[in-house]
């Protein structure tokens, strides 16, 4: 990562190691003499802030880097450092303020990492024209002023709002990672291999034609095993968001496969219970759901 981008998106089908791809670049922003250097930025622009009349910003000292996660966890774990685990971060209050919508200030020259941006700022809803448009996109468009960079990933490029895509001065397309295992079948590396494109444009050519004469070829290693590194499985909550009792455990039971037996079964199971009006005309009512 010689060069600074302020916007790396990485794309690729499902299961080709998008976000251990995340993952591993978070993991290095940890580690020495990376994160000292991210630090020693941050406090000099404090500093200057501080010298300008800004005397309520302040640096905690317990911070050994700037990495900022949304959702998931990243925890470095390099040979002769201390483990460091990722702060956390709500992506919708992530912003400039406008006298509207709740924003948390990063600290200057902090690295933000957003797994998943498809489901944060879907191409097919409204959520960034009625919400994040303003205070989000501003943010984007300004934010290498205080030096802030952010990764992201999508699984699909065109599921994400446009605006967003736009803004990527680096797109990463994962083609594959490989995985290598000690003798008890433990991951102890991992390489991705990628083709990287410096804007959108370069890399919306290389859609439409499939050619790559405009990408470089990349290759990422993290000796070790990334999957200690990244909590692949954070967020899962969501999934279970309403369970607040037993989980469907009924057994299924054969209705057969004709018309009628199907409408047998509806009439035997109805999804709505029938109750007698005061008129005496038969009703719907939903049944009281019970977990």
């Not at 057994?251 to 037996?261: E, H, L, P, T, V």
Request: net charge positive; glycine share 8%; proline share 2%.
């Amino acid at each position: 990562m010689s060069n600074t981008y302020y916007l790396t998106y990485v794309v690729g089908n499902r299961g080709r190691g998008k976000t251990t791809l995340l993952a591993k670049f978070g993991v290095d922003l940890m580690i020495p003499p990376n994160s000292l250097n991210d630090i020693r930025q941050a406090k000099q622009e404090i500093k200057n802030l501080q010298a300008g009349g800004w005397d309520n910003l302040s640096f905690e000292e317990h911070v050994k880097h700037l990495v900022y996660v949304v959702d998931d966890v990243f925890v470095a774990r390099g040979v002769g450092y201390r483990p460091r685990t990722s702060m956390e971060l709500q992506f919708e209050r992530l912003g400039l303020y406008d006298g509207l919508n709740e924003v948390d200030y990063l600290l200057p020259y902090a690295k933000v990492f957003c797994p998943e941006i498809q489901s944060k700022l879907d191409s097919r809803k409204s959520m960034t024209a009625e919400k994040a448009a303003d205070y989000l996109l501003r943010y984007l468009e300004r934010q290498r002023k205080v030096g802030v960079e952010m990764w992201a990933d999508a699984q699909l490029d065109d599921s994400v709002d446009k605006r967003f895509r736009n803004l990527a001065d680096r797109i990463i397309e994962v083609q594959g990672q490989r995985h290598k295992l000690d003798n008890q079948g433990q991951i102890i590396k991992t390489t991705w291999h990628c083709l990287e494109f410096e804007g959108i444009f370069p890399y919306q050519r290389y859609k439409t034609s499939g050619k790559v004469t405009e990408a470089t070829a990349t290759t990422y290693t993290h000796i070790g095993n990334i999957f200690s590194c990244v909590n692949s499985f954070a967020g899962k909550e969501y999934f279970y968001h309403g369970m607040t009792g037993n989980f469907h455990t009924k057994i299924a039971k054969i209705s057969g496969y004709s018309k009628q037996a199907m409408l047998d079964h509806v009439k035997k199971f109805p999804l709505f219970k029938q109750t007698q009006s005061n008129k005496g005309t038969t009703t719907n009512e939903y049944d009281e759901i019970k977990f």
